[in-house]
């Protein structure tokens, strides 16, 4: 038999936050003409990205209620969507590639010097709100594989010790503790050459 408290957690999903009146208000607004079936669910999230730059965590009840589904549904179409966030933009992203070439390159340990130099994981912004993860997928600039994006430019192909090198360089923060794995360049190694970043198309 389930205790009273598993019981309740079960059912108290999600709450709107206190004092968010006008912006409940302002999220039922946005979405009051779409349709209740899921065909709308992502118009809504984009207008609501699109007014408030992420979607606030106060919209997931009323997104459940309007297009009759669950909030753990909200949330898993927010993480499924790489576009969608649920907290404001960082001051800077990088796109990570998760693509088969990069993978089959090394990029799994260049994901974890990003995380650990970023001090933030995957999708998500670092806690002062400077940098943030993305991941995407590959868009046919293999040949520079294993790349990140950043700001429309691609950086590659990358080692891991280049890519914490680049990563530090932005942080403009030298005293970031360097990944666990071993791969920073010893101190006085000379500073690789990374690939000419290629403008997006
Ligand atoms: S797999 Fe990364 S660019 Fe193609």
Redesign the pocket.
Known sequence: MFSQASHNSRLTPVEPAAGSTELLARISELIEDLSPDRVDLLKAFHRIQHEFGYVPREAVPLLAGKFRTTPAIIFGTIDFYSELRMAPAAETTVDW???????LKG?LNIRRALEATFECEMNRTSADGRFGLRLVQ?????H????VRHHGRYIGPLTVSESIEWARRLTGDDRRAPPEDGARPAADEASPELAEPVEAE
Not at 97 to 103: F, Q, R, Y
Not at 144 to 147: E, G, K, R, S, V
């Open positions: 590639c998760s693509g088969p070439a990069c993978l990029s590959c868009d046919g600039t293999c520079l594989a294993p790349l």
